[in-house]
């Protein structure tokens, strides 16, 4: 049963214009979400986080939003460029069995156009 | 500043055959995990050490056993590989509860 769902596997957007990246999650008790960002033949690298007090974090060209009432979250980019071609992970932990446990969604490959 | 360091970085065995995947991180962090990512699957966590003494199973554990050599090291080893376990792994570490993971380069297997 995948926690963590990542239902677009792929994006297109011109550069300048808005990415907008989903995820949902089936799991109530996760309380911590996360962003990455994964080149070809690298490790993922985090962009942002954000905790499950909250309904909004920016940093920078990133914004993460969490809808608890919907278990959605999702990553704004803005504006895109193309060096942010990448795959996206969502991620989230939390609960008392969870609280180390770090549950990671499909990807959504973005591409950016020039 | 090495961070996550994993080895090897490519590997190729025969079904059956035994190995270890080793991990070290240098940022004195609590939590150490494995990761696989297959095409389509996403980032999938096989087992974690929340802290040094402990092991946990993940996600995918099966085939798998996992040693917290000390707080630096986190090791996995596939004792009869099969071809199913063809994959990119990943390690990473984090001080603990709700906080940011490290990820290492990746280790890419064959299991032919």
């Known amino acids: 049963d995948q926690q963590v769902k990542q239902n677009s596997p792929s994006l297109s957007v011109q550069e300048g214009r808005i990415s907008i990246l989903n995820c949902d999650y089936t799991?109530?008790?996760?309380?911590?979400f996360l962003w990455y960002k994964k080149y070809p033949a690298e490790g993922p690298t985090f962009l942002i986080s954000?905790?499950?007090?909250?309904d909004k974090n920016e940093d920078g060209r990133f914004t993460v939003f969490l809808n608890k009432s919907a278990k959605h979250l999702s990553l704004h980019i803005v504006p895109s460029q193309p060096g942010d071609s990448a795959v996206y992970f969502c991620a989230a932990s939390g609960g008392t069995s969870g609280t180390y446990k770090y549950i990671f969604g499909t990807g959504t490959r973005l591409k950016v156009l020039a | 500043n090495a961070g996550v360091t994993q080895t090897p970085k490519f590997q190729v065995l025969k079904t059956g055959q035994s190995m270890t995947l080793q991990c070290a991180q240098d940022m004195n962090h609590n939590s150490m995990y494995w990761y696989r990512q297959d095409p389509g699957m996403g980032l999938r966590l096989i087992y974690y050490?929340?802290?040094?003494?402990?092991?946990d199973k993940g996600e995918v554990p099966n085939g798998y056993n996992v040693s917290r050599l000390n707080k630096r090291e986190f090791s996995l080893r596939l004792e009869s590989a099969a071809p199913s376990q063809t994959s990119v792994y990943f390690c990473?570490?984090?001080?603990?509860?709700?906080?940011?993971?490290?990820f290492g380069a990746g280790s890419r297997l064959t299991v032919l």
């Open positions: 954000i905790s499950s007090i909250k």
């Open positions: 799991n109530s008790m996760f309380d911590y």
């Open positions: 050490s929340a802290s040094e003494g402990t092991t």
């Open positions: 990473a570490s984090c001080m603990g509860q709700a906080n940011v993971l490290t």
